[in-house]
């Protein structure tokens, strides 16, 4: 069982700048895949970065490639997402998920952090 705990949100103007971080519970945190994920208002959620475990692989969406950053710390138990450049349309739910393997629906999620862009 991993519990994930998102914080860092909140309301930016455009172009401005957050970092959301996301703690897990687990110790044995390098195992996991990582990744973020968004859902926006009267969207569907969708993935924005992943990070894969050890290796530090990072894999981003086209709408925040070369915007945002995803990183983990495997001593501190934490995945962050930078994110630069803050548009409106960042706005959404932001949630961390964890994975063994590539199925983050079977994975384990954070409960979300609000981030509200301004324009």
């Known amino acids: 069982q991993v519990q994930l705990v998102e914080s860092g949100g909140g309301l930016v103007q455009a172009g401005g700048s957050l970092r959301l971080s996301c703690a897990a519970s687990?110790?044995?945190?390098?195992?996991?895949?990582m990744a973020w994920f968004r859902r926006a208002p009267g969207k569907e959620r969708e993935v924005i970065a992943g990070?894969?475990?050890?290796?530090?692989?990072?894999s981003y969406a086209d709408s925040v490639k070369g915007r945002f950053t995803i990183s983990r710390d495997n001593v501190e138990n934490t995945v962050y997402l930078q994110m630069n450049s803050l548009k409106p349309e960042d706005t959404a739910v932001y949630y961390c998920?964890?994975?063994?393997?590539?199925?983050?629906?079977?994975?384990?999620w954070g409960q979300g952090t609000q981030v509200t862009v301004s324009s």
């Open positions: 998920a964890a994975s063994l393997g590539t199925n983050y629906e079977s994975g384990y």
């Open positions: 687990r110790r044995t945190f390098s195992p996991y895949a």
């Open positions: 990070i894969i475990r050890s290796i530090r692989s990072t």
